[in-house]
């Protein structure tokens, strides 16, 4: 399918591919996971703009600031996303991530970074998209791609979901998980459930599916749903449960709230332009395959300028 845009969660998908090349290292199968893991996640980058059909639209790339977690969310919740801390991650794995965003600001006229210090990439999303659906035509439609189930926030009928595995549309999701993919919904199934990758913990252990299910359905906050507890007709011992579990529910739900941007999203956009010398030197220094694009464009700017 054709979309307008690619929106991709580039920490995602670096860490992604710095996992998939750690393990061929250790196995002694590939040298300098670094490079590899930059090298490779430009690579799946060229590959969905052309799955998608995407080469001639812009694709947003959108970045964590390393201490958005520090200063919001590590505040609520130390142990939160703490295999992927500058202090614990594996050496030069933020190094690495720093010059994958600068070839890519060099690499290509459609690629657009996307970041703001204090936030993550999933705080972005939803400004993102509201400026986005201005020049949507009706026909046309983007995409969130994330492993992050905090992206599938994004779904609705311009927009659908891909978590490296499959492509969401509302319908689609409601089929696999069980409950529509509203903002709200998403939160609480958070909360209640954790999220292993962010390293946020189970907010209430043995939860009924068919109970959380219909807390999603009628309820739209935390708040609501302790309220609606007083009256509820569930099993006295999971409403005990819930209650029991009160404080890292609000813990959860604070973690998985976004938070509001506090500039225009305009003011995060990064435009990249394709300088050919500054990649043919580069991947040439870091013994990457040199993209045809770079060579050629570099012979036209070298023709234009002497003559």
Known sequence: MRYRFLIIDSNNLFWRNWHIVSKFYYQGVTENPYLNTIYRSIQEILKL??????????????????????????????????????????????????????????????????????????????????????????????????????????????????????????????????????????????TFKGDSSDNIPVGVKAMPYDVLMDILEKYDSLEEIFKGLLTAKYDQKVIKRIYDSKRQLWINYKLVDFIPLDVSIEETIFQCFAKPKKIKFWFKFFKFPIPSWAVELEEVEDMLFNT
Not at 77 to 84: F, G, I, S
Not at 135 to 151: A, P, Q, V, Y
Not at 155 to 168: G, P
């Open 49 to 190: 703009q052309k799955i998608y059909e995407c080469s001639d639209q812009h694709v947003f790339l959108l970045f964590d600031n390393c201490s958005s977690k520090t200063k919001n969310r590590k505040m609520i919740y130390p142990q939160y996303k703490n295999d992927r801390d500058v202090e614990t991650a594996p050496s030069n794995i933020y190094y690495s991530l720093s010059l994958f965003k600068e070839l890519l600001k060099a690499y290509s006229d459609k690629f657009i970074l996307v970041y703001r210090k204090g936030y993550e990439a999933d705080d972005l999303t939803l400004p993102l998209k509201n400026a986005l659906l201005k020049s949507l035509r009706k026909t046309e439609k983007m995409m969130f791609i994330s492993g992050d189930l905090d992206w599938a926030r994004n779904i609705d009928s311009n927009s659908h979901w891909y978590n490296w595995k499959v492509v969401y549309d509302r319908e689609g999701f409601l089929k696999k998980e069980g409950y529509w993919p509203k903002e709200n919904s998403v939160k609480l199934y958070k």
